[in-house]
């Protein structure tokens, strides 16, 4: 049931913002065009028609920025107003007569904001890699010298330190990960709350208390930090003596990366812990304090 679950809220979340991410790629492919047009433009010649042309591509060039950063805003809106109206609102109603666990809702609500910020992020990288290809060559059609030093820069890193660059990768991906389901649980979360506390004022109750949730966690994050100080200033103190040269980078990269992972693995038990809080409290506040409209 779950998977039909997910399926249903990712094709209601797609009637909106696939036709978003469809315009993010338009509005990018029209500022190619624009930049593309503008590099080969005879800047010696200063009739209206050239001034007019660099008018537009930088016209073009902006509504491709707002169009990336709208499309951002949009998914994120979308997500949580779903979230808020199939929930808290009188669809909710419907939603929890459905042959599900209150766990499945929650699950199926969390996979697909999950699933639509990855497409929203791709989207994003698929546009800035076009734009930068085809967009910004003078002499070539194509412009890879940007992937050219791109691929030199991870050639040489490889050459150097080998498989052990992959960790540090593998451990920032992870983390991302698991900050942005931290995120969306807080929302969600706060929408709760807010709609279980105020009958009338749902959505300025869900504001307040998505600032005390994140008020709540800065100060546990804070004692983390606190608890973590002396040692942080003895790792600092292990880096003196370091040759920091890229000869020694490897030893560098041994001695650094070796020193931060206690508080990196700290740091991320406490976010999987928060996210955990999370929806602990979701499930609950959702099967045992439910208030409908």
């Known amino acids: 049931m779950l998977g039909k679950l997910i399926k249903h809220d990712f094709n209601s979340l797609s009637r909106v913002l696939l036709p978003t991410q ?17 590099f080969r433009l005879d800047y010696s010649n200063n009739d209206g028609l050239v001034g007019l042309l660099r008018l537009i591509t930088g016209f073009m060039s902006g509504i491709m920025v707002l169009a990336i950063i709208a499309a951002s805003i949009l998914v994120a809106f979308i997500i949580f107003q779903r979230f808020y109206k199939n929930l808290m609102c009188s669809e909710g109603y419907l939603t929890f007569t459905l042959p599900v666990t ?23 990288f698929i546009s800035l890699n076009i734009f930068v290809l085809f967009g910004t060559g003078q002499d070539t059609f194509v412009n890879t010298e940007a992937y050219r030093q791109m691929g030199k820069f991870f050639h040489e890193a490889f ?6 660059l992959v960790w540090p990768i593998l451990e920032v991906t992870l983390f991302v990960i698991v900050s942005t389901v931290s995120s969306i649980l807080h929302v969600y979360l706060a929408l709760i709350i807010g709609g279980i506390v105020s009958q ?12 005390v949730i994140n008020i709540a966690v800065s100060i546990l994050s804070t004692i983390l930090s606190y608890c973590l100080g002396t040692s942080m200033v003895v790792t600092a ?10 000869q ?46």
């Open 102 to 124: 209150t766990s499945e809702i929650l699950w199926s609500k969390l996979i697909t904001a999950m699933l639509w910020t990855i497409i929203s992020s791709v989207v994003i």
């Open 248 to 293: 020694d980078a490897l030893s560098v990269y041994n001695v650094v990366f070796g020193a931060m992972q206690p508080y990196y693995w700290t740091y991320l038990v406490f976010s999987v812990a928060i996210c955990a809080a999370f929806f602990i409290l979701s499930h609950y506040f959702l099967k045992n304090k439910l208030n409908l409209e």
């Open 200 to 211: 009338k004022h749902k959505i300025l109750a869900s504001i307040g208390f998505y600032f």
């Open 159 to 164: 050459s150097t330190i080998g498989g052990r």
């Open 22 to 38: 469809i315009a993010v790629l338009g509005a990018t492919i029209l500022a190619t065009i624009g930049f593309a047009i503008n």
């Open 237 to 246: 103190e292990s880096f003196d003596g370091i040759p920091w040269n890229t």
